[in-house]
């Protein structure tokens, strides 16, 4: 629960996690199928159960070539078509046009903020590394930075980690401590995209990627309160394909916990409003 006993969000943002077409067959997710009810990276209707549901984004926000982490991130966190306003998807980190289109916008930290509510950024980066359109606008709106540790952004995929059931549950306990006390915890992963993107050892690298992300995210799940939302989000996919590198297959849209709620709108612009009306109780 939040500090005045209503809903608390945890948003866990995943590059690189689309939905695969029928006609492909994903790495496996056991846990998040059970939460869901039925093939949670699959691109077809999912009945959802009282444990979670899903819903489809379209990535490509109307703009032609491959999305990207930068325009992706920057559309997710102000609500605004952050692709079609730069006029192509732009990849990696965001520069000065695409931060002056943030702070245009406003995000979604400024508009928790603005709730009274109390918004932290849980993922720890290593000194020198770059900043995230996500982490840029945290910073803008003076949400808390950095309370996590090194293992978060791997979900328990650390390198040397033999155990991989047991990493993502350490990894799962870390962000459910480091989440308390806060309205809106975000964590944020580019593991599934790392292992997309590889050109070799690509398939297993896919599929232990995918693992971890499912054991993290159900041992997360497992943590929370009774009322509280696991969101899951990404901006574009690439680990659940066939083929090497982002796709332009439709990314799925988690709320593990409560399904009250349905996105109002069909592409990444609908997260931004869809959370803050999960934080604010709407059903
Ligand atoms: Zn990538």
Redesign the pocket.
């Known amino acids: 629960m939040g500090v005045d006993g209503s809903a608390r969000v945890v948003w866990v943002f995943v ?2 996690l689309g939905l695969a077409p029928p006609s492909e067959v994903p790495p496996p997710t056991p846990r998040l199928d059970a939460l869901v009810g039925g093939p949670a990276l699959v691109d077809r209707p999912l009945a959802g159960t009282a444990q979670g549901c899903r819903w489809e984004l379209d990535a490509t926000l109307g703009v032609a070539g491959l999305p990207g ?1 930068a325009t992706g991130q920057a559309t997710l966190v102000t609500g605004a078509n952050a692709a079609a306003a730069l006029g192509r998807h732009i ?1 990696g980190y965001p520069g000065p046009r695409l931060r002056a289109f943030i702070d245009a916008e406003g995000s979604l930290f400024q508009r928790v903020r603005a709730m009274g509510r109390r918004a932290a950024l849980l993922t720890a980066y290593p000194e020198g590394a770059g900043e995230t359109a996500l982490r840029y606008a945290a910073r803008r709106a003076g949400a808390a930075l950095a309370l996590g540790e090194a293992l978060l952004p791997h979900l328990g995929c650390a390198p040397g980690s033999a155990d991989a059931g047991r990493a993502a549950e350490e990894a799962a306990a870390m962000a459910a401590r480091l989440a308390e006390g806060w309205d809106l915890a975000v964590v944020e992963t580019d593991l599934c ?1 790392r292992a997309g ?1 590889l050109r070799e050892g690509r398939e297993e690298a896919r599929r232990r990627a995918v693992a971890c992300a499912d054991r993290f995210l159900a041992a997360l799940r497992a943590r929370l309160g009774r009322g509280d939302v696991l969101a899951v989000t990404s901006d574009h996919g ?1 680990v659940e394909s066939e083929r090497r590198g ?1 796709s332009r297959n439709r990314v799925p849209l988690f709320a593990l916990g409560a399904c009250r709620t349905a996105p109002a709108g069909g592409d990444l612009t609908a997260f931004a409003p869809w959370l803050v009306d999960v934080l604010a109780g709407a059903t």
């Open positions: 590059d690189g982490t990849h995209d993107h690439n982002h």
